[in-house]
């Protein structure tokens, strides 16, 4: 599986658009972008997934840069709920039976 | 219903006992997994069972050892407990082996002393 490379903090107000990077330079064409997240103490959440084209889904939207070397989770209006670890995991998207690989990922802080 | 129900949410137990965790999901998934997240947070898959066959088996002490009478339970049980055994252990589900939809419980934080 391709490597991601994340920040690992970020701060985000309270109302405003949480905007997560992610590099994942040696993609391959047929890997997907998987994102989920781990609220303190809790087990992680799934969140989105995509391949090339931009999804979004009742949580957040995810966008893709067209070669496919990075990516952006948007948390559209970040509320304090949304305090987590975020983190972006690529693989293939077959029945290969490989599970997924949680890197140290991108601790959002959302403050008031 | 919880989705992805594990037992005991805490255990607390002493070097060189055996203990087991339970882990049941309702979701109809065919996948289930074991996951390791350490006092570093690190998450770390340790086994995957898909319709009750072993897929997926890393490099973890044969102490450790997966069960799973049916695709809807996933038991580990863990021999001669060590003090580096201490950790958060996570079960989860996914409808497929793909990637997506994993559903995780809530963990068991076992704590060797």
């Known amino acids: 599986d391709a490597k991601t490379t994340q920040p690992p903090s970020m701060d985000c107000a309270e109302g405003r658009a949480a905007n997560l990077p992610c590099n994942h330079s040696?993609?391959?064409?047929?890997?997907?972008v998987y994102w989920y997240r781990q609220i303190h103490s809790q087990g992680p959440q799934y969140i989105i997934h995509?391949?090339?084209n931009n999804e979004t889904n009742e949580m957040a939207s995810l966008i893709i840069t067209e070669d496919r070397k990075s990516s952006t989770l948007i948390l559209p209006h970040a509320t304090l709920r949304d305090t987590a670890v975020y983190y972006c995991i690529v693989r293939l998207n077959s029945n290969s039976g490989y599970a997924l690989n949680f890197g140290k990922g991108t601790s959002l802080l959302v403050t008031p | 219903d919880t989705a992805v129900s594990q037992t005991p949410k805490y255990l607390v137990t002493q070097m060189g006992n055996d203990k087991s965790i339970k882990c049941e999901q309702n979701l109809g998934h065919d996948t289930m997994y074991w996951y390791k997240q350490d006092s570093k947070k690190f998450l770390k898959i340790m086994f995957s069972?898909?319709?009750?066959?072993?897929?997926i088996n890393e490099t973890v002490p044969n102490r450790f050892s997966p069960k799973s009478p049916d695709k809807a339970h996933l038991n580990l049980h863990i021999n001669s407990l060590e003090l580096g055994d201490s950790a958060v252990y996570f079960c989860?589900?996914?409808?497929?082996?793909?990637?997506?939809?994993?559903?995780f419980g809530s963990g068991t934080r076992l704590t060797v002393v």
């Open positions: 995509g391949l090339k």
């Open positions: 989860a589900s996914s409808p497929t082996k793909r990637g997506f939809g994993y559903t």
């Open positions: 040696t993609i391959s064409g047929n890997e997907y």
């Open positions: 069972y898909n319709n009750k066959e072993l897929i």
